[in-house]
């Protein structure tokens, strides 16, 4: 069997708050198998996105081990960090933006050019009319709704072809058809390109085409 893509060992969080120290996540083991589809689920509150922020190393975990690719988050400073993501990792997250003094078709663009790909505006034009922005490539995101801005960042994220995307509730601000778009595309991306992608959905619907679920009560993996 190949190596899995994603290894946690034994992973809490625990973060301070004002009535002292909260338990976030507890003890979580999980193997992502590469080229798979996992889904998230549980209940508001249950960890779901900060377990996608441990994976993606935007959060570091209080203990135990995160392996993406066989390196170890956890060993990584912000920069190393950072180039490893742009390298290997899509994520969509509702917080990470675009770039408002950037049109779209800059904000897909730029990373590409950072990973020193030629023909990245190019690239990032076909991306965003993929997604149903081919019309807008010139527009600034403050010149878009709530959803198509959730196009045009999905468009960046897919744009590198990453091998491990990670999306918190990628269509969470979408219509059913654009909800449904989205959703084709990245599994279609996954199948195509052999990308893994781990999705924390409310969707049963959504959840029940992953090839795999987990959920997740109080900061623990409750059932497989
Ligand atoms: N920075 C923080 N400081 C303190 N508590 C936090 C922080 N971030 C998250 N939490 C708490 O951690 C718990 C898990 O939050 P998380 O955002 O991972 O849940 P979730 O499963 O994604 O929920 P939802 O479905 O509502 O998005 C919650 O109780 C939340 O209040
Ligand atoms: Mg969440």
Excluded at 124 to 145: I, K, M, W
Excluded at 149 to 160: E, I, K, S
């Amino acid at each position: 069997m190949s190596d899995p893509i994603l290894s946690l060992k034994e992973v809490s969080l625990t973060l301070k708050g004002n009535a002292g120290a909260i338990k976030i996540l507890r003890d979580v083991n999980l193997e992502v198998t590469a080229g798979s589809t996992l889904g998230l689920i549980g209940p508001s509150g249950s960890g779901k996105s900060s377990l996608l922020m441990i994976m993606g190393g935007l959060e570091q975990a209080s203990s135990g081990q995160v392996l993406a690719l066989g390196h170890s988050l956890g060993d990584m400073n912000e920069d190393e960090l950072a180039i490893f993501r742009r390298d290997n990792m899509g994520v969509i997250f509702q917080s990470f933006h675009l770039i408002p003094t950037m049109t779209i078709l800059e904000n897909v663009a730029t990373p590409l050019e950072l990973r020193g790909e030629k023909d990245a505006f190019e690239r990032a034009a076909a991306e965003l009319t993929s997604v149903g922005l081919g019309e807008r490539l010139d527009h600034y995101p403050s010149q878009l709704s709530g959803g198509e801005q959730q196009r045009a960042a999905l468009a960046r994220a897919l744009a590198p072809r990453p091998k491990l995307m990670l999306a918190d509730e990628p269509t969470g601000n979408l219509d059913q058809e654009n909800g449904n778009a989205v959703i084709d595309l990245l599994f279609s991306l996954s199948q195509k390109n052999g990308t893994t992608v781990v999705m924390v959905t409310h969707s049963n619907e959504l959840a029940a085409r992953c090839d795999r679920v987990i959920r997740l009560q109080d900061g623990q993996v409750i059932v497989e």
